[in-house]
Nanobody
Framework: QVQLVESGGGSVQAGGSLRLSCAAS????????MGWFRQAPGKEREGVAR????????DYADSVKGRFTISQDNAKNTLYLQMNSLKPEDTAMYYC????????????????????WGQGTQVTVSS
């Protein structure tokens, strides 16, 4: 059973940085995709960044390109999201997710193809 535990959220001023961590366990292979998603009040959950564990292929949402960096530490079974130049519009609950690649869309930023989710960590950016 896949388990994901996020940490590292908090409150920062615009322009600041935070690093989120996601401790993962229960993977049965290295073919998994892992991703960071966020959901602001009244909005749909959106993909922020994703990584394929075995190939290290990475994709970002346009809104975070050049500011956020997703990475993995295989020895620690941990996924990271380094967030720089934070903006008030980045305020949201951030979730870590993992699943095997979808047979239709592969390793995706679409939230509905992931079955395994963490509990979330809140990020608040003030202006």
């Amino acid at each position: 059973q896949v388990q994901l535990v996020e940490s590292g959220g908090g409150s920062v001023q615009a322009g600041g940085s935070l690093r989120l961590s996601c401790a993962a366990s229960g993977f049965t292979s290295r073919r998994y995709c892992m991703g960071w998603f966020r959901q602001a009040p009244g909005k749909e959950r959106e993909g922020v960044a994703r990584i394929k564990i075995d190939s290290n292929s990475i994709d970002y949402a346009d809104s975070v390109k050049g500011r956020f960096t997703i990475s993995q530490d295989n020895a620690k079974n941990t996924l990271y999201l380094q967030m720089n130049s934070l903006k008030p519009e980045d305020t949201a609950m951030y979730y870590c997710a993992a699943d095997l690649p979808s047979p239709w869309v592969g390793c995706s930023l679409r939230a509905n193809v992931y079955k395994n989710w963490g509990q979330g960590t809140q990020v608040t950016v003030s202006s």
